[in-house]
């Protein structure tokens, strides 16, 4: 597949990106064996857009009752990890059960700006919580690790590892309170 990188383009028009999104989606389709849902393709159209805090694009996506079902869904996960401007997703009442699980782990891991996932009202097996659990654990050491090798902008280079950690926790805690969770700054529902 055809890779794009939209980070670098911020000034990219929402069309366009659904369009790409579109386009992925239906080649995993056909990749997967599954008949595109015209009610998920629809809904990539009406995403809503927002600006973060920092000023960066952010979409949010509500596939809610959309029926994808477990391969379906695959299909969508794949095609929303090509944008970065991606910050909420909604796949309550999906009929989504244990097989998409892995898939969604590796989702919550990995995409880099995901800050809300809606998994409601699905048939999500307790192994797929702590399944979800683990990614969530990888998912924060790995913006441990990467706040320590590249610290924020407000922590001088002439300080110690001790004080750019600190400067981390405090950073994390404050981001965990405002997202109103206990650690991590990512909400599931």
Known sequence: LKSTNWSEREATPHSEVAHYIKQLYIDNCTVYQVK?????????????ISTSPDGAIELSYDFSSCHLGDRGAICML??????????????????????????????????????????????????????????LRR?????????????????KRSTTVATAAMARTVSMKQAAAAA???RGGLHIN
């Open 180 to 182: 109103n969770l206990p």
């Open 78 to 135: 794949h095609a929303l990890a090509h944008d970065n401007h991606l910050s909420s997703v909604s796949f309550a009442s999906c009929g989504l059960r244990r097989s998409s699980a892995l898939c969604f782990g590796v989702f919550l891991e990995m995409h880099p700006r995901l800050k809300d996932l809606d998994l409601q009202q699905n048939s999500l097996s307790y192994e797929s919580g702590e399944s979800f659990l683990q990614s």
């Open 36 to 48: 595109p849902n015209s009610l998920a393709l629809a809904r990539l159209d009406v995403a809503k």
């Open 139 to 155: 998912r924060l050491q790995s913006s441990r690790e990467s706040s320590i090798q590249n610290p924020p902008p407000f922590i």
